[in-house]
């Protein structure tokens, strides 16, 4: 079955790190461009950053720009997400999305960030 | 970078034809794409490009763009059509499709 699966989401205190993994199977991850979307709650979707297939282009939210790190994995199939210095406002259900060029055409169920004293 | 603006609500009764809009500078280059999001779910493309739908989208979702406007339109909504809809572009340096619009609430009475 082609899909993505995040983990790693959970309750970390203000200026805590966390990382947060997306496991991608059924598909050839290592040819895909991949991103990272995030939805506080009640609110809209907002795009966290971007990784090109081979890792070697990387943008990022100018709100998490300094603070947040992508990554991937081919080998193991794996997009990382590896958050420091973490706010209130980044608290938020995080998305891993396969980028077609076109569209982000497949979607994880999403993990859930908490950030709270 | 720019953005993309929604109306935040519509209401179609059923059967009926509702066209979402979407508005920004980015559309006059790029085309949108289309998301509905449902209470609790992930977001699942339902339109995108030019003139896409993806395998298992209902072809009552169609989507249009003229200047700087594009739209999402559902022809004979169903009680399910009811979701959020986004838009979704890429951004004016054109590196990345990191642009999302605020999102229009889609109700079916």
């Known amino acids: 079955e082609v899909q993505l699966v995040e983990s790693g989401g959970g309750l970390v205190q203000p200026g805590g790190s966390l990382r947060v993994s997306c496991a991608a199977s059924?598909?050839?991850?290592?040819?895909?461009?991949m991103n990272w979307v995030r939805q506080a709650p009640g609110k809209g979707l907002e795009w966290v950053s971007y990784i090109s297939s081979s890792g070697d282009t990387i943008h990022y939210a100018d709100s998490v720009k300094g603070r947040f790190t992508i990554s991937r994995d081919n080998a193991k199939n794996s997009l990382y997400l590896h958050m420091n210095s973490l706010r209130a406002e980044d608290t938020a259900v995080y998305y891993c999305?396969?980028?077609?060029?076109?569209?982000?055409?497949?979607w994880g169920q999403g993990t859930i960030v908490t950030v709270s004293s | 970078s720019s953005e993309l603006t929604q109306d935040p609500a519509v209401s179609v009764a059923l059967g009926q034809t509702v066209r979402i809009t979407c508005q920004g500078d980015s559309l006059r280059i790029y085309y949108a794409n289309w998301y509905q999001q449902k209470p609790g779910q992930a977001p699942v493309l339902v339109f995108y490009g030019k003139n896409n739908r993806p395998s298992g989208i209902p072809d009552r979702f169609s989507g249009s763009s003229s200047r700087n406007t594009a739209s999402l339109t559902i022809a004979g909504a169903q009680a399910e059509d009811e979701a959020d809809y986004y838009c979704?572009?890429?951004?004016?340096?054109?590196?990345?499709?990191?642009?999302f619009g605020t999102g229009t609430k889609v109700t079916v009475l």
């Open positions: 979704n572009s890429r951004d004016s340096s054109g590196d990345h499709l990191g642009l």
């Open positions: 059924g598909f050839i991850f290592s040819i895909y461009e």
């Open positions: 999305a396969r980028d077609s060029r076109e569209s982000f055409d497949l």
